[in-house]
């Protein structure tokens, strides 16, 4: 299916005074084009009310915000491989209210509990790497299959709220530090890691070269299992730390809070310039992607229309960014 | 795959190859049986017929997944549409008066969004994955606008009758999920549309060869899942006999699991409609057995994971043979 299209590094053009920055451009188009929408966005946001551009409303955007960059952080990573992770919702809802269960409201269980829950869902993401590589089924059919698993054993423990977490954490939630929340604080630190980690490391790279071509990474000696228990376990608990979060913020741990998360982790991954057919893109856009997301629903209900509107716009975005950036390289995953 | 090596050169090989083609049908005969011996109820007239009115919307949706996973696709807007079709039986009139009308607006939007879906995939270059969702989205939003949050209204009884009404004694929606069965079964495996949704499915580049358009033969196939997906909602409509905005949610990925099951290949050009309705009917038959045997529902949704990478599992390990 792909050996037939050139290699994408290698563009076959006339050689011009402009070709290298015309490079750069094509490469950061989607950056450009998710900064500018924002920028828009704002701009609208700010003529319409006063309310909008104010500390307040950024903290506001930035705090919404947070849960959903945490999962896209790590659906960033499987879809970079050319995959897809389809059980961080059931993960999010799982470590949230094992989390809270087990915590209920008491600092001192939080101290082990926590740590505990974030590893499980290491551990649970590096099994859908393990079962993808072992098993070669496409990683939407085996992450699909765990995360239903995963939420039957969810509604297992617990059919409805359970426990609660302590006041103590919840600082990270709502505590400030120059208009940003702690917690959203941690998600950009996290990014910014991953940035660095993706772009400047042997694995990292590996990451990239496996995702733009399996076959060739692995003639170059790259170790498909580790890049893929890598990739998974990272998405694994980066949706981990989200539910956890997400529990700390709304206080309670939920069997179903990921339910929409799942799918909705993918829109600022692919509005970011990540490509589904993997190789291509990277986190800084998927930052930007959960941003757009964030300032387009703050901006939405301003204008008070229904929430659902919400829901037409995002799907929008989602068609109207990927018909932007078409991938030549290749085509119909 | 299996037709290159089928000279009657053992008899081992032609057990092996009526396994390869027939062996989900078998496992369902045996899970039938196994689920009677366990339950006998399993096998009464009142629940075989409870499976069987299950079954009927979610056969509707399988044929037309399938016709798009043969064409290397996925689509994940069928839910949505089921929805939107449910949602329209109930926005006219509570008597019959408007049956035409709410099914002739229901297979147009339906296949209109097979039609948008189509194009993005096919000119745009869209992964189908995307393209699907994101039309879902936006229809969901469509249909939540349209009927502020909750659709109030009667269903009309002809929908009623559809959904839950005998014919000799046979389900209705269950004659007509057969009927479509079959229709595009035939539409598949005998016509020229279907070889060519096989050849463009199995390798695009050799359909081009041989001169065939795999863009019109790839849209047609969103047209008609999305097609087939209206017609599921205004079965499942009637067979629920209330309507809201989530009616069907959750078919989007169990008529992909059913033709994964059935042994449909996700890479595409690989299956039949046989295996993919077997693969639905595992499905429902499982769950069905889960409820009866006393279990908690919660067993319900682990087992379908379970069965979702088994499943998968098997039908790799057979390709790389």
């Known amino acids: 299916m792909t050996s037939l299209d050139p290699p994408h590094q290698t563009p076959p053009q006339t050689p011009r005074q402009n070709t290298r920055l015309k490079q750069a451009f094509g490469r950061n188009a989607p950056l450009l084009v998710v900064i500018v929408l924002i920028i828009a966005m704002v701009i609208a946001g700010a003529l319409m009310t006063d309310r909008f551009l104010t500390l307040r409303n950024f903290t506001n955007i930035v705090e919404q915000s947070t849960g959903l960059g945490l999962v896209s952080l790590g659906q960033t990573f499987a879809v970079l491989t050319a995959g897809i992770d389809l059980s961080v919702g059931s993960v999010m809802s799982l470590a949230s209210t094992l989390a809270s269960g087990l915590i209920d409201k008491d600092v001192a269980q939080a101290a082990w509990v926590i740590p505990m829950v974030l590893l499980l869902c290491a551990l649970i993401g590096a099994t859908n790497g393990l079962l993808i590589h072992q098993l070669g089924i496409h990683p939407l059919i085996v992450t699909l299959g765990t995360g239903t698993v995963l939420q039957g054993l969810t509604l297992l423990y617990a059919l409805s709220p359970v426990g609660g977490m302590p006041r103590a954490l919840e600082f990270v939630a709502y505590e400030t530090v120059l208009g940003v929340p702690i917690g959203a604080a941690i998600m950009m630190l996290l990014f910014l890691a991953a940035a660095v980690f993706l772009g400047h490391t042997r694995a990292g790279r590996d990451i990239y070269a496996f995702g733009d071509d399996a076959e060739a990474a692995r003639l170059v000696g790259i170790n498909r299992a580790r890049v893929l228990l890598t990739v998974y376990g990272f998405s694994g608990l980066m949706a981990g730390i989200a539910g956890v979060y997400l529990a700390i913020r709304f206080g309670v741990g939920q069997p179903y809070l990921g339910v929409n998360y799942t799918l909705s982790s993918i829109t600022p991954v692919v509005v970011g310039g990540t490509m589904l057919s993997g190789g291509r893109g990277g986190v800084l856009g998927t930052l930007l992607g959960v941003f757009l997301v964030g300032v387009l629903n703050n901006l939405l209900n301003f204008l008070q229309v229904s929430t659902h509107f919400q829901l037409v716009a995002q799907g929008a975005i989602i068609i109207a960014a990927v018909s932007i950036y078409v991938d030549t390289r290749r085509s119909r995953t | ?321």
């Open chain 2, 1 to 321: 795959m299996t037709d290159a090596d089928t000279p009657p050169r053992m008899r081992s090989d032609l057990v092996k190859s009526v396994l390869a083609r027939h062996g989900v049908v078998l496992f369902l005969a045996g899970l039938l049986l196994i689920g009677g011996l366990l339950q006998p109820s399993f096998l009464g007239a009142g629940n075989l017929n409870n499976m069987l009115l299950q079954l009927a919307p979610l056969l509707l949706v399988v044929v037309g997944q399938t016709f798009v996973i043969l064409s290397r696709g996925l689509d994940l807007s069928v839910a949505s549409v089921m929805a939107t079709a449910a949602v329209f039986t109930t926005l006219f009139s509570a008597d019959d008066s408007a049956v035409v009308k709410i099914i002739t607006l229901a297979l147009l939007v339906g296949m209109g969004v097979g039609l948008v879906n189509g194009l993005l995939v096919t000119k745009r270059s869209v992964s189908p994955f995307l393209a699907t969702l994101a039309t879902a989205i936006m229809l969901q939003g469509i249909r939540f606008a349209l009927t502020s949050g909750a659709p109030s209204g009667n269903i009309p009884p002809f929908f009623k009758t559809i959904g839950t009404g005998r014919m000799a004694g046979v389900p209705i929606s269950v004659v007509i999920a057969i009927v479509v069965a079959v229709v595009f079964g035939i539409i598949l495996h005998k016509m020229a549309y279907g070889r060519r949704l096989l050849i463009v499915g199995g390798n695009p580049m050799a359909g081009r060869l041989v001169g065939i358009n795999p863009d019109r033969t790839i849209l047609w196939a969103y047209v008609i899942s999305g097609g087939l997906a209206a017609l599921a909602g205004l079965t499942l409509a009637g067979f629920a006999g209330v309507v809201d905005n989530n009616v069907g949610r959750g078919f989007e990925l169990d008529s992909i699991v059913a033709a994964v099951i059935g042994g449909v290949a996700l890479s595409g050009g690989r299956g039949t409609i046989a295996g993919a309705l077997s693969g639905a009917a595992i499905l429902v038959a499982v769950f069905n057995l889960v409820l009866l045997v006393g279990a908690p529902i919660q067993f319900q949704i682990i087992i379908k994971g379970t069965v979702i990478i088994l499943a998968a599992a098997f039908y790799v390990r057979r390709t790389i043979h």
